[in-house]
């Protein structure tokens, strides 16, 4: 069933995953064993008895994995470089059941970026999803605002999902489109 590629894994502890693609929080026990589908952007997807569970990156060790590098910002860094360590960033975000970023796949509409009064960069993102009723929406959401809110310098992380319009195929990159084969 499994090609070469999935490599098995065991969870040393236990530990919070989500369940795809329901979206619901559940606990796999310490022992329980699986097979690692994906670990794209920080975070892992765990096929376990026939289920597909999300492992947050910063639960790795769970796994026998690093957890992934926190953003760095230097301090000479100008509005261009935070700008593209927020687009770094969101490229990292990917939804557990496809193998391609949130930016790659057209979900991202738009990220504004200001400065508060206390100095600080405050970020909005209007994003969609591919499925007005896709379960794992809340926490791609929250995937989007973690992975913002630990750049430093940031203040507030809004998060606003809308489906209007709503998300279609040609909204892809021309890369995920050739990779899901849909170009």
């Known amino acids: 069933m499994f090609s070469q590629s999935y490599s098995p894994v065991q969870f040393e502890r236990d530990c919070e995953v989500i369940l795809v693609p329901e979206g ?15 670990s794209l952007g920080g975070s892992f997807t765990v096929y376990v008895d026939g289920r597909l569970f999300r492992l947050d990156g910063e639960d790795a060790d769970a796994i026998g994995k690093e ?8 301090e000479n860094a100008t ?43 405050d970020i909005h993102i209007r994003m969609t999803l591919t499925a007005p009723g896709c379960g794992m ?20 992380v809004d998060v606003e999902l809308t489906f209007d319009p709503p998300w279609n195929q040609s909204m892809m990159s021309e890369a995920a489109q050739l990779e899901t084969g849909m170009f």
């Open 137 to 156: 929406g809340d926490v791609l959401v929250s995937d989007v605002r973690d992975k913002l809110k630990i750049i430093p310098t940031v203040g507030r």
């Open 79 to 121: 509005e261009q470089d935070f700008a593209e360590l927020v687009w770094h960033q969101l490229k990292t975000c990917y939804d557990p059941e496809i193998p391609i970023n949130i930016v790659e796949l057209g979900l991202v509409y738009d990220c504004d970026i200001t400065r508060n009064d206390e100095g600080q960069r």
């Open 24 to 38: 619901q929080a559940v606990e796999l026990p310490a022992g329980t064993v699986g097979y690692l589908t994906q």
């Open 67 to 74: 957890p992934p590098p926190r953003p760095e910002l230097p």
